[in-house]
């Protein structure tokens, strides 16, 4: 039986509590696309910062990924009316969007990705000397109502749906986006012992690797090839598939990267992919906000992320099939270089759960 869901409230447990696993990344390049936006997304306004910490500005830019674009999208309109300020924001997957300030020598008041440990070891300390983890978010699959497979897909069934000969699944790239090394994480972990079970054996998931494909072309969405009948299964975040005019199912917690409890995260760890941009190990999803050093409106930078860390941000997460992080919370070794505005409403820890930040 087809299991059909909508938006709904996951990721249960205290997101302060969030248990994040330590991977090694190194810089990628090229440009990605990320589940849920491509190529460059403008709000209001020319692109052009002007202004500093010391002085008004009336202009931003932010860059960001593309699964953050609709809640990002959302507060905008409100944000710019309440500040005076026209925001640019610029939605690519979270390496490329990194990339804008490590090599390209541009400039952002904000620089949101989808796993904060691109901030963390990318853009401090050379580019940045904090972050803030404010979000969470789930692995699930979306797919067609006439999907091959789909008057039968459960989330009981799906890896033998999945691994049938004449079924397509897509993803994104591991090299360059966060959503596509993910899917195949997901994918690993199928097949390794949790609680003594495990989903498949290793030929399923040889199968399931075989049947993945990465679609090509900067301007392609796997949303846009679901529909086009290109794909038949694609790996999405939940915030996206719960959100959009498809079918789609929720993994199983030891697949789909939710969980934040040591337990699940020494299991998360047991999958690693590796890419000509580095090699990332598995870990709950947490996404990372932060103004960095180049910044050119940094107060306005700072005024952004503490919407997200209050209301309506949170609300505008929740309303996109986000979970938002309650306080937000921020590494304890670099509290004094977080903004007063930010800190009023954040936590300084020096772990989530049982990993050090």
């Not at 300030?101 to 853009?123: E, H, K, P, W, Y």
């Not at 090839?225 to 199983?252: E, V």
Request: proline share 6%; with cysteine; net charge negative.
């Amino acid at each position: 039986m087809t299991e059909q869901r909508t938006r709904r409230s996951f990721l249960a447990g205290s997101a302060t509590a969030l248990a994040l696993g330590l991977a090694g990344c190194t810089g990628g390049n090229g440009t990605e696309t990320e589940n849920g936006g491509d190529g460059t997304e403008t709000g209001g306004g020319n692109g052009t910062e002007t202004g500093s910490g010391d002085s008004p500005a009336d202009s931003m830019t932010i860059f960001h990924a593309g699964s953050l674009a609709p809640p990002f999208s959302a507060v905008e309109p409100q944000f710019e009316e309440e500040y005076g300020v026209d925001v640019t924001r610029e939605a690519k997957g979270s390496v490329a969007s990194t990339q804008k300030i490590t090599q390209l020598g541009r400039t952002a008041s904000v620089l949101g990705v989808s796993d904060f440990r691109l901030i963390r070891d990318r853009i401090v300390p050379d580019y940045g000397s904090w972050y803030a983890i404010f979000t969470t978010n789930a692995m699930s699959i979306q797919y067609r109502e006439d999907s091959p497979g789909a008057d039968e897909i459960s989330k009981d069934n799906w890896w033998e749906i999945l691994s049938r000969d004449d079924v397509t699944v897509g993803h994104a790239d591991p090299a360059v986006d966060p959503g596509g090394y993910r899917a195949v994480m997901t994918q690993q972990l199928g097949k390794e012992e949790f609680d003594g079970e495990r989903l498949y054996d290793e030929s399923t998931y040889q199968q399931l690797r075989e049947n993945s494909t990465v679609p090509t072309g900067t301007e392609t969405k796997l949303k846009g090839q679901l529909k086009s009948g290109g794909l038949d299964y694609a790996f999405y975040y939940q915030s996206i598939s719960s959100t959009a005019d498809m079918p789609y199912i929720d993994l199983q917690p030891e697949v789909d990267l939710s969980k934040a409890t040591s337990e699940y995260a020494n299991h998360y760890a047991k999958a690693e992919v590796e890419t000509d941009s580095g090699t990332f190990t598995g870990a709950p999803i947490a996404y990372g906000v932060t103004v960095p050093d180049v910044a050119e409106a940094p107060d306005l930078g700072a005024q952004w992320v503490r919407y997200f860390a209050t209301e309506p941000g949170r609300e505008a997460l929740r309303n996109k099939g986000l979970q938002p992080v309650d306080p937000v919370v921020v590494p304890a070794s670099s509290e004094d270089a977080v903004p007063d505005r930010v800190m009023e409403v954040a936590s300084a820890q020096e772990s989530l759960g049982p990993l050090e930040l």
